[in-house]
């Protein structure tokens, strides 16, 4: 697929020890090669997806990323790229022999596309549909997104349903919700083994099932995903939200629009919503406190995390981690330690397009 001059765009640097029973996941980067050459490189090796415009003004360098990871019938990527232009015409169609639905979730950026007379802009949150065989003209910023290449005969059954939301951006609760699915999919790949594939796939459709064209029974198949993505969301909720004073049942029902029971019933194996907040608010005072990072008084780092009664404080960390906040401070525990990530391959075989190609 590649030119001499840019036959090592995609690669990396040589594997460490892989875990074989992890998903095979591939790594395509150009941050190796020299500015000059990074966006001709890039530019061929996205070549099966879309076409690339560098945007006027820009320099050469062009430093871009993916991640991919082969689920057999699918195929599941997160990209960094820098802003350019996308574009793909009736002659690159022709040329492609590829014809999979892109489910494209925006972590950061914007992409904008025109089709069908349509400008929709796609930014963090939101869902864009594209197929690989219809026209594409558009921009996109520097971007992170998720995307799953879905084969039609996967989905064969609402081939009717996906097309009709084509180069649209869905914004709404369902569209947001599969977005979210994918962002807790990109967080698990990378611990999943060649065991869980078929978990993945069947939850995948069913998501796609149930958010692209929704009735009661396919809202009911999916609902072990559709659970365990909200969960995903309200815990993310929680974090981003520890210090806020108004944290509590009803922000975090506004924010995923979702009912008071319903969110009780996604909490009940974690002890219960109200008590899931207070123990990552008294996670984080703990952080504050043995890492020496924050010397104010330990009311003051009580206060913030909307501990108000001292007493109250200090007797539910004790509690949470059998010593008291003041032992905590003196004893300066370490931080826990981080799990690895997993190790990286590029030399699973072939280019991006031979891996979509395989799918089906």
């Given at each position: 697929m590649f030119s001499a001059t840019h036959s090592q765009a995609v690669s990396a640097p040589p594997p460490e020890i892989l875990d074989?029973?992890?998903?095979p996941q591939h790594h395509y980067s150009n941050h190796h090669l020299p500015p000059s050459l990074q966006?001709?490189?890039?530019?061929?090796m996205a070549r099966p997806v879309m076409e690339l415009a560098v945007p006027e003004g820009t320099k050469g360098e062009f430093?871009?990323?993916i991640r991919a990871w082969d689920l057999g019938r699918?195929?599941?990527?997160?990209?960094?790229?820098?802003?350019?232009?996308?574009?793909?015409?009736e002659r690159s169609i022709r040329g492609s022999s590829l014809d999979h639905?892109?489910?494209v979730a925006v972590k950061s950026g914007t992409i904008e596309t025109t089709g069908k007379g349509v400008t929709s802009v796609s930014g963090p949150g939101s869902l864009l549909v594209k197929s690989l065989h219809t026209p594409l003209d558009g921009v996109m910023e520097s971007t992170t997104s998720l995307c799953v290449f879905v084969p039609r005969d996967f989905c064969r059954e609402r081939v009717a349903a996906i097309d009709a939301v084509e180069g649209k951006v869905l914004s709404s609760g369902l569209g947001r919700l599969l977005a979210s699915y994918l962002i807790s999919?990109?967080?698990?790949?990378?611990?999943?083994s060649s065991d869980d594939l078929p978990g993945v796939l069947a939850a995948t459709q069913s998501m796609i099932d149930a958010c692209i064209a929704p009735t009661a029974d396919r809202i009911a198949a999916a609902l072990t995903?559709?659970?365990a993505t909200l969960l995903e969301r309200a815990r993310e909720t929680v974090q981003n939200n520890l210090m806020s004073p108004t944290l509590g049942v009803d922000s975090i029902c506004r924010e995923l629009g979702i009912s008071r029971s319903r969110l009780y019933r996604l909490f009940e194996d974690l002890g219960g919503v109200v008590h899931y907040i207070r123990s990552r608010r008294l996670l984080d005072a703990h952080r504050a406190l043995s890492g020496g990072i924050d010397n104010r008084p330990i009311v003051e780092i009580a206060a913030e995390r909307d501990f108000l009664d001292p007493a109250d404080f200090s007797r539910a960390f004790k509690r949470e981690f059998g010593y008291s906040p003041r032992e905590a401070r003196l004893q300066k525990r370490p931080p826990s330690p981080h799990l690895p990530e997993a190790t990286l391959s590029s030399e699973r075989g072939g280019s991006l397009g031979d891996l979509l190609l395989r799918l089906g």
């Open positions: 074989p029973t992890l998903i966006f001709e490189a890039w530019r061929e430093a871009a990323d699918i195929a599941f990527t997160r990209s960094t790229t820098p802003a350019c232009g996308i574009y793909r015409n639905w892109c489910f999919l990109d967080r698990q790949l990378r611990w999943l995903p559709i659970n």
